[in-house]
């Protein structure tokens, strides 16, 4: 079946950084393009930056030059470099794998990312 395995995610003080990784399986993952989301507490879940399978990069304005996403097709593995951390970046952060064509979306579980000092 299939399966995004998000990990990665903890406790860091502002001005850190976070590596978040996600393994996926059960699909064709170069096929698939692949994005970041995080929720807040009270607030909607929004792109944080994804990539596609042709490897095109967006950003959502707020992480621009902090955040690096990259993939990895050999070993079925998005992942999402957090650098300089604010407060404002603590969410839960979800994997995502959306097929260009068919629009078939899956979800990971989530990893919680917490920034405080």
């Known amino acids: 079946q299939v399966q995004l395995v998000e990990s990665g995610g903890g406790l860091v003080q502002p001005g850190g950084s976070l590596r978040l990784s996600c393994a996926g399986s059960?699909?064709?993952?170069?096929?698939?393009?692949m994005g970041w989301y995080r929720q807040a507490p009270g607030k909607q879940r929004e792109l944080v930056a994804g990539?596609?399978?042709?490897?095109?990069?967006n950003y959502t304005d707020s992480v621009k030059g902090r955040f690096t996403i990259s993939r990895d097709n050999a070993k079925n593995t998005v992942y999402l470099q957090m650098n300089s951390l604010k407060p404002e970046d603590t969410a839960v952060y979800y994997c995502?794998?959306?097929?260009?064509?068919?629009?078939?979306?899956?979800w990971g579980q989530g990893t919680q990312v917490t920034v405080s000092s």
């Open positions: 995502n794998a959306r097929h260009p064509d068919s629009k078939v979306a899956y």
């Open positions: 059960g699909f064709i993952f170069s096929y698939y393009d």
């Open positions: 990539i596609t399978r042709l490897a095109t990069i």
